[in-house]
């Protein structure tokens, strides 16, 4: 047994005591945006600012947004869908890639919008 990693060894019998494995139900993965199987690689996006901020969040008020990095099928819905139910906005500007660019909105409660950065236009959000 030594020197196999965890993922080497698929059951069988060990010093006379059958050990039965099952892998396919622990390596399950779910998609953040509908919440279905992921079977393949999974599509990682990471919400990051190209600049860190002065000032660290305060821990005591948690961060605004949450960096990720949130695991989709390579669907681009998948991640539409799990903005929407967010409230983010997204760039029309952009497509949806592993680094989104969160953009502070004008308004009472605090909304972001998602950009990939790739464009030099204003942005333009729309309701994911």
């Known amino acids: 047994m030594r020197g196999v990693g965890a993922k080497a060894f698929r059951g069988g019998e060990y010093l006379g005591v059958r050990i039965p494995t099952i892998f396919d139900e622990n390596d399950s993965i ?6 279905g199987l ?24 948690g961060a605004p947004v949450n960096p990720g990095p949130h695991q989709f099928h390579a669907d681009p819905e998948c ?10 906005y997204l760039c029309r500007l952009s497509d949806v890639r592993e680094i ?3 953009v502070p909105l004008p308004a009472e409660a605090p909304l972001w919008g998602l950009c990939d950065g790739l464009h030099r236009q204003s942005h333009e959000f729309v309701p994911a």
């Open 30 to 35: 779910r998609c953040e945006g509908c919440g």
């Open 38 to 61: 992921i079977t393949e690689v999974p599509f990682r996006i990471s919400i990051m600012d190209f600049v860190a901020v002065e000032v660290p969040p305060s821990w005591a008020r």
């Open 79 to 88: 991640f539409r869908g799990w903005a929407k139910r967010k409230g983010y």
């Open 100 to 102: 989104m660019r969160p």
